[in-house]
């Protein structure tokens, strides 16, 4: 059984960073790409990032624009989100996800693993 554990959100000013991990566990981490998706109240969840099996191809939102960093440690199982310049809008659930295949996809119907989500909260 697929096991995905987020860690690392938290209560942050604005311009802040946080760096969000996902500890995977059954099946073969490496063999799959793996994204984040966040999901701020009354609001539907989006896409943030992800990145394929061997982590050589990286994909990001455009709102992201150069403040997060996806990367992933296929030997640790984990996967990783760098947050930078943290603002109120970043305000949200994070959820990291599995998706089916190796390659990386914005649609969280490509995904068929999810964690429970960790909590970012930003203060201005």
């Known amino acids: 059984q697929v096991q995905l554990v987020e860690s690392g959100g938290g209560s942050v000013q604005a311009g802040g960073s946080l760096k969000l991990s996902c500890a995977a566990s059954g099946g073969t981490f490496s063999a799959y790409a793996m994204g984040w998706f966040r999901q701020a109240p009354g609001k539907e969840r989006e896409f943030v990032a992800a990145i394929s099996w061997s982590g050589g191809s990286t994909y990001y939102a455009s709102f992201v624009k150069g403040r997060f960093t996806i990367s992933r440690d296929n030997a640790k199982n984990r996967l990783y989100l760098q947050i930078n310049t943290l603002n109120a809008e970043d305000t949200a659930v994070y959820y990291c996800?599995?998706?089916?295949?190796?390659?990386?996809?914005?649609?969280?119907?490509?995904?068929?693993?999810w964690g429970q989500g960790t909590q970012v909260t930003v203060s201005s």
């Open positions: 996800a599995r998706a089916q295949g190796r390659w990386t996809s914005t649609a969280a119907h490509d995904y068929d693993y």
